[in-house]
T-cell receptor, first 115, second 115 residues
Framework: DTAVSQTPKYLVTQMGNDKSIKCEQN?????MYWYKQDSKKFLKIMFS???????INETVPNRFSPKSPDKAHLNLHINSLELGDSAVYFC??????????????FGQGTRLTVV | AQKITQTQPGMFVQEKEAVTLDCTYD???????LFWYKQPSSGEMIFLIY????DQQNATEGRYSLNFQKARKSANLVISASQLGDSAMYFC????????????WGAGTKLIIKP
C-alpha cells in the first residue's frame, strides 16, 4: 500500500486546458500539502490543509485551486494552464500541522508538461 | 532569516566509499526538525533521516547518519559504503517551530556514485 499516492504520474497538456491532480493518503494524517518543484529543483509550498481546512495559501495564481473532499484527499485543480506551470508537483501529508517529526511523507510526484 | 544552505551542487564519489553531504541552517528558533530527502532520477521524494533539535544523539538509519553539530548549525548527511543506487539529488530541509514546522528546503546536492 502506498502511503501517499498521487495521480497521474505524468501529465502532458496544451496551454489553456484545465487539469486536476489527485492525491490520497491512507495514513490517517491530519494535514496534507501541495508543493511545486521547478526546473531548478527548488521546492516551494503551495497549499496546506489541516482537517479539510486551508491553513497555508502561499502566493499562487488563483488558477490553482485545492480541493479537500475529506481528510484523506487533497486534489489540485489548475485552470487555463500556462507554459510556466510546467513542473513537478508533490503531494505530502503529515500527522500534525507541520513537519515536526518523522510522520511526514511525500507522494511520488506528478510531472506536468504544458505545451 | 531562516535558511538552509547546501554548498555542494554536485559530487562524484567512488562506489563503496563513504560520502558526506553538507548542510548548514540558520534559525533563531530553539525548536526545529532537520530532514534529509533523496530524489532519484525517477522523481519521487524519499525520506531518509530526521533529527530533532533537542535530540541528544545523532540520528542513524541503516547506512545513513546525520552528523548534527548544533553549535555550528550543521546537519551533514553521511552515507557509509556508497552504492550505485545512491546516485540521486539529496535535499536538506528544516522545519522551525516559528514557521509552524513548515519545511524550508536547501537547493540540493546531486550525488553521482562512480563504479
Amino acid at each position: 500500500d502506498t502511503a501517499v499516492s498521487q495521480t497521474p504520474k505524468y501529465l502532458v497538456t496544451q496551454m489553456g486546458n484545465d487539469k486536476s491532480i489527485k492525491c490520497e493518503q491512507n495514513l490517517g494524517h491530519d494535514t496534507m500539502y501541495w508543493y511545486k518543484q521547478d526546473s531548478k529543483k527548488f521546492l516551494k509550498i503551495m497549499f496546506s490543509y489541516n482537517n479539510k481546512e486551508l491553513i497555508i495559501n502561499e502566493t499562487v495564481p488563483n488558477r490553482f485551486s485545492p480541493k479537500s473532499p475529506d481528510k484523506a484527499h487533497l486534489n489540485l485543480h489548475i485552470n487555463s494552464l500556462e507554459l510556466g506551470d510546467s513542473a513537478v508537483y508533490f503531494c505530502a501529508s503529515s500527522r500534525n500541522a507541520g513537519f515536526s517529526n518523522t510522520e511526514a511523507f511525500f507522494g511520488q510526484g506528478t510531472r506536468l508538461t504544458v505545451v | 532569516a531562516q535558511k538552509i544552505t547546501q554548498t555542494q551542487p554536485g559530487m562524484f564519489v567512488q562506489e563503496k566509499e563513504a560520502v558526506t553531504l553538507d548542510c548548514t541552517y540558520d534559525t533563531s528558533d530553539p525548536s526545529y526538525g532537520l530532514f534529509w530527502y533523496k530524489q532519484p532520477s525517477s522523481g519521487e521524494m524519499i525520506f531518509l533521516i530526521y533529527q530533532g533539535s533537542y535530540d541528544q544523539q545523532n540520528a542513524t538509519e541503516g547506512r545513513y547518519s546525520l552528523n548534527f553539530q548544533k553549535a555550528r548549525k550543521s546537519a551533514n548527511l553521511v552515507i557509509s559504503a556508497s552504492q550505485l543506487g545512491d546516485s540521486a539529488m539529496y535535499f536538506c530541509a528544516m522545519s522551525p517551530m516559528d514557521s509552524n514546522y513548515q519545511l524550508i528546503w536547501g537547493a540540493g546536492t546531486k550525488l553521482i556514485i562512480k563504479p
